[in-house]
């Protein structure tokens, strides 16, 4: 029989000091049998040489967020990377995410930094966090309409 297959958005914060942390969870997701990544933007900012998002050009940085809001659409599971730092993305998807009723995983001490948080499955490290994630695949009772 076979397996589903689930899509995944990876959400946090595009700065320098995160990408390690950013990389190493989409690459969790890219290398799992039955996950598929929706948008791997961190491999779309670096081709673009820019420092995260920042001095694009409108109509530029109007593809890139409609992008981004569309891979959330497209995801069954959206994990935050809840960010050591200043981030404006992330939260934005974040809130698309719930508003569209995804399944939300937060990992990282910084997630009390917000109430929305609350409305996801906030979980100390993002270790963990995969790990629940993982679980997820076979034990939530997932509606195929989804």
């Known amino acids: 029989m076979k397996q589903r297959v689930f899509n995944l958005y990876v959400a946090g914060s595009s700065a320098k000091t995160e990408a390690l942390r950013v990389r190493t969870a989409m690459d969790l997701v890219l290398e799992h049998p039955r996950m598929r990544l929706t948008l791997d933007w961190q491999k779309n900012i670096e081709r673009s040489g820019l420092p995260a998002n920042v001095g694009l050009p409108y109509d530029h940085r109007i593809r ?3 992008e981004a ?7 069954d599971i959206l994990w935050l990377l809840a960010p050591r730092v200043t981030t404006r993305g992330g939260w934005v998807e974040l809130g698309a995410g719930l508003e569209q009723k995804k399944v939300i995983v937060i990992s990282g001490a910084d997630s009390g930094n917000s109430i929305f948080c609350a409305l996801g ?6 270790e963990d966090a995969f790990a629940v994630i993982c679980a997820l695949l076979n034990e939530y009772p997932w509606d195929e309409q989804r």
């Open 69 to 75: 809001l569309d891979a959330v659409s497209r995801a």
């Open 121 to 126: 499955q906030e979980i100390a490290t993002d």
């Open 64 to 66: 890139v967020a409609t």
